[in-house]
């Protein structure tokens, strides 16, 4: 059965880093993208970006570029998401979701079940 | 970029009957949408992609519709467990941008 099981809760203060792993199980991990979104509070998902785990490109939303950084360890299936300079606005549940597509332009049909992290001083 | 819009953003409906959720999209995405449940406490789970597809597992009281800017999901007759908040989402760029609509909540009337 394909899981995808996310690290525990974070509790960060502004202007620190924090990393949130994804590890994958039953399933071929270089073979599908992987994507992360994140949720704040009572809003909406948005999207961060992607990671090919096979060869470990990335593409990040713009909103978050020179922030985040996506990065894989093949021996462990599993990839790792690290958003830095943290402010307030960062609170938020972060879920890991695979592509269902290999071109990695798809929907994302397994999910994680989501990582929070909290930013306050 | 895509801005995907939905509407509306509450729709109350009661157990058993028809519930019509609509997405648009600021340009023509194809046939490149997704939609998805989510429930409270929960990670969201896909329902639909390709527009019309069913994922794996996905009741048949879910149909998905539509093409270029305009899409629709129908869930027939309504059970308990489907009031949830639903997203619609676009994956039709390259280099890839994904975005989600701003959500439907689906509630008991």
């Known amino acids: 059965q394909v899981h995808l099981v996310q690290s525990g809760a974070e509790v960060k203060k502004p202007g620190a880093s924090v990393k949130v792993s994804c590890k994958a199980s039953?399933?071929?991990?270089?073979?599908?993208?992987m994507h992360w979104v994140r949720q704040a509070p009572g809003q909406g998902l948005e999207w961060m970006g992607i990671?090919?785990?096979?060869?470990?490109?990335?593409t990040y939303a713009q909103k978050f570029q020179g922030r985040v950084t996506m990065t894989r360890d093949t021996s462990t299936s599993t990839v790792y998401m690290e958003l830095s300079s943290l402010r307030s606005e960062d609170t938020a549940v972060y879920y890991c979701?695979?592509?269902?597509?290999?071109?990695?332009?798809?929907?994302?049909?397994?999910w994680g079940q989501g990582t929070m992290v909290t930013v306050s001083s | 970029e895509i801005v995907m819009t939905q509407s509306p953003a509450t729709l109350s409906v009661s157990p058993g009957e028809r519930a019509t959720l609509s997405c648009r999209a600021s340009?023509?995405?194809?046939?490149?949408l997704a939609w998805y449940q989510q429930k409270p406490g929960q990670a969201p789970r896909l329902l639909i992609y390709?527009?019309?597809t069913r994922a794996t597992g996905i009741p048949a009281r879910f149909s998905g519709s539509g093409s270029g800017t305009e899409f629709t999901l129908t869930i027939s007759s309504l059970q308990s467990e489907d009031f949830a908040v639903y997203y619609c989402?676009?994956?039709?760029?390259?280099?890839?941008?994904?975005?989600f609509g701003q959500g439907t909540k689906l509630e008991i009337k």
């Open positions: 979701a695979r592509d269902g597509s290999s071109s990695g332009v798809g929907a994302f049909d397994i």
């Open positions: 989402q676009q994956y039709s760029n390259w280099p890839p941008v994904y975005t």
């Open positions: 990671i090919n785990p096979s060869g470990g490109s990335t």
């Open positions: 390709g527009a019309s």
């Open positions: 039953g399933y071929t991990f270089i073979s599908y993208y």
């Open positions: 340009q023509s995405i194809s046939r490149n």
